[in-house]
DNA sequence: TTTATATTGAGATATTGTATCAACACTACC
DNA sequence: GGTAGTGTTGATACAATATCTCAATATAAA
């Protein structure tokens, strides 16, 4: 095993308020909606779908329009604080994480693992000069089950 | 670099003969709807969107139902025949590949290799370890420019 | 031929979003 | 304080992808 892969560090989700921050210092107003969206992605702690994300606000009575809370999603993901996932039923779920992030997911329970190590150089190497093509991006995803739900 | 990794092989798109008759032996008809929609996804030769197969036979008067073709890529899809394709900007795409394949696919033209070696046991191995959690399938797409399209 | 089953096609429906637009909120300037 | 310009919201319409329903049809078996 390579000492890059030893070297693995789980990638910890940002908290509400630095989010916020991010979003503020992109120029963009950190409205209620916005928090709201924010407050209810942090508390769910896992790969969450915006039907999820509407469920946790309508449940407090607090929901933005739906609209919003897709707008919401959407503006995040662009300035790369959320992430699309994609899953092996639906890729309908986020993140919060990153750029390059890579997950590692729980199919039982959503819980999510993310790290940004993925260790592909050497076959995008051997691929690069196999086909000619120029590779520059990558999607990665693993799939499996949480240490609670294997002890379930 | 490995030598897992120099063995890496390019899999050859089945043809639509060998297509149909794993839909045979798997107990399903080869009617006239799902032969065409194999001959379509044949010929495209690339990732190919439910659209894109509708338009490919339209133009040749030959269009089963829409909802047929979609029928036809989940049949295909359940059998491992098909692939969804999960792409950067959308996962609408599916490609004429069986259960484990990995896409390496030109983002200006969708031209497509696909190959099942994807040398990640050491990154899966080192996960579990780190996170206690027992992986078991994962999705890796890589994108960029295809020969013919770096050339232009 | 008769019967049972599989498949099709049309249209309704579902899901996941995006576009539109009037109302509202905030800011900067007068 | 008023006014104009901008960003944001929420309701609704719309779009894209995909599935469901069900009567009609094709196929296979008896
Ligand atoms: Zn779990
Ligand atoms: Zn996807
Ligand atoms: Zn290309
Ligand atoms: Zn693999």
Redesign the interface.
């Known amino acids: ?2 000492r890059l ?2 070297q ?1 560090q ?1 990638l910890l989700p940002a908290p509400a308020h630095e989010l916020a921050a991010q979003m503020a210092e992109a120029g963009y107003k950190v409205t209620q909606p916005r928090l709201a969206v924010l407050r209810a992605a942090v508390a769910l702690d896992k790969a969450f779908t915006v039907h999820e994300l509407e469920q946790w606000l309508l449940q407090r009575n607090e929901s933005p329009g739906i609209a919003s809370i897709f707008r919401t999603v959407k503006l995040l993901c662009d300035l790369e604080l959320f992430q699309r996932i ?3 039923e639906d ?1 309908h779920r986020y993140s919060i994480s990153g750029g390059h992030a890579h997950h ?1 997911i ?2 039982s329970c959503g819980a999510l ?1 993310s ?1 940004d190590n ?3 150089r ?7 000069q ?18 609670r739900c ?1 002890a379930v």
Request: net charge negative; charged share 15%; proline share 2%.
């Open positions: 095993m390579s892969l030893k693995q789980a994609h899953g092996l890729c590692l729980c199919v693992k790290f993925c260790g592909l050497d076959l995008i190497t051997t691929l690069e196999q086909t000619g093509y120029h590779i520059n991006d990558h999607v990665l995803e693993l799939f499996g089950r949480c240490p294997l």
